[in-house]
């Protein structure tokens, strides 16, 4: 372990294999990409267990990685997006402007690109309970015919999106 202590007044220290973290606390990007796995494990009702199978882990490494304790490389990354049936970019979308921030206006550049800005409801929204559970009773639904009905029935039902 590097220790470095010419940056600001707290102590920094670099991990082999990982960036610098303050106090050998998780990383908060690492922490958002773990949460962000976390996140589409459970849309898609997979066990950790399960996607620890799939990667050749057990499913204590996955929580790590989902706690952000142990930082994914690229190409666990790379296996994650393929197993989990995502883009890459997924896993760093949603980034807190708190995060953004902290890192610069060039990072926040890079990390949101020419699109829109997320309303913070549909953050909050994503990580309900609630919305998990709709989302899997939805995917339970197997005639593809009366799912198409149940989201056309869910949307009517909502409030009007401007064209």
């Known amino acids: 372990m590097i220790e470095r202590s010419d940056v600001g007044d707290s102590m920094i220290r670099a991990e082999p294999g990982g960036g610098l973290e303050k106090e050998g606390r998780p990383s908060p990007i690492d922490v958002h990409v773990g949460s962000r796995i976390r996140l589409r494990r459970t849309l898609l009702g997979m066990s950790q267990e399960r996607l620890g199978e799939a990667l050749g882990l057990t499913f204590q490494q996955v929580q790590k990685y989902e706690r952000g304790v142990n930082r994914v490389g690229a190409s666990r990354l790379f296996?994650?997006?393929?197993?989990?049936?995502?883009?890459?970019?997924?896993?760093?979308?949603?980034?807190?402007?708190?995060l953004q921030s902290t890192f610069g206006p060039q990072a926040s550049r890079r990390a949101t690109g020419f699109t829109e800005p997320q309303d913070s409801y549909a953050d909050e929204a994503l990580n309900r309970r609630e919305t998990l559970e709709l989302v899997r009773a939805y995917y339970r639904i197997t005639d593809p015919a009366v799912r198409k009905r149940v989201f056309e029935l869910i949307k009517s039902m909502g409030p009007v999106e401007p064209s």
């Open 79 to 98: 296996d994650l997006s393929r197993v989990l049936d995502v883009p890459i970019s997924f896993f760093f979308d949603d980034m807190p402007d708190s």
